[in-house]
């Protein structure tokens, strides 16, 4: 039963232009969602996070959208750069449960 | 500040073997956790210490133990290996155990279970 889905496998995208990751999940109990991204042969790292009292959060280049009628997040990198390329995982916790459940990642490739 | 380490980064082992997989955390972070990554997938979470005391656990059985120690170091201990335990195994550290604590990860242990 996954709880947390990222659809697209992989995504290609002009240098420049607008990354859109997109993540579903079905447990209503999450209340914090996160972002991290994955270069080969490296840890995940920590991007970006929202809680489910927001339904934006911007750091940068990297905003986080939240919709929690449709139980769907998206994350939009602006501007695409060569260095985004890597694996981006969408995670999500509750507060009943501290454990981190992950989606399977959406490998986004920025082309020059 | 030194990041999240591990040891080995490659590791081969035979079926019904025994394996300790090591961690070291960022100084001060009291809390790690252990997750299972198969080939693919999202990583998984195996369990979490917090100042030496298992703090969770998720979907794996007994057979995957852990110790944390007082000087930021842990263990992830998996015996009987079974074909399906190869996967990477990634360790994460943090400050506490909250909601908004972020999970600082190593670069991860490489597992084939032949």
């Known amino acids: 039963d996954q709880q947390v889905k990222q659809n697209s496998p992989s995504l290609s995208v002009q240098e420049g232009r607008i990354s859109i990751l997109n993540c579903d999940y079905t447990?209503?109990?999450?209340?914090?969602f996160l972002w991290y991204k994955k270069y080969p042969a490296e840890g995940p790292t920590f991007l970006i996070s929202i809680s489910s009292i927001k339904d934006k959060n911007e750091d940068g280049r990297f905003t986080v959208f939240l919709n929690k009628s449709a139980k769907h997040l998206s994350l939009h990198i602006v501007p695409s750069q060569p260095g985004d390329s890597a694996v981006y995982f969408c995670a999500a916790s509750g507060r009943s449960n501290y454990q981190l459940i992950w989606g399977a990642g959406t490998k986004l490739i920025i082309k020059p | 500040e030194t990041g999240v380490t591990q040891s080995p980064t490659h590791l081969i082992k035979t079926r019904g073997q025994q394996v300790t997989l090591r961690c070291s955390s960022q100084s001060g972070h009291n809390t790690v956790s252990w997750y299972q990554q198969a080939l693919g997938q999202g990583p998984q979470f195996i369990f979490q210490y917090y100042r030496e005391e298992e703090n969770g656990r998720g979907n794996f059985p007994p057979r995957f133990s852990g110790l944390q120690f007082p000087n930021y170091s842990s263990e992830l201990n998996v015996n009987a290996l079974e074909l399906d335990d190869s996967a990477l195994y990634l360790c994460?550290?943090?400050?506490?155990?909250?909601?908004?604590?972020?999970?600082?990860f190593g670069p991860g242990t490489r597992l084939t279970v032949l």
């Open positions: 994460a550290s943090s400050p506490g155990t909250g909601l908004t604590d972020t999970q600082y």
């Open positions: 447990n209503s109990m999450f209340d914090y």
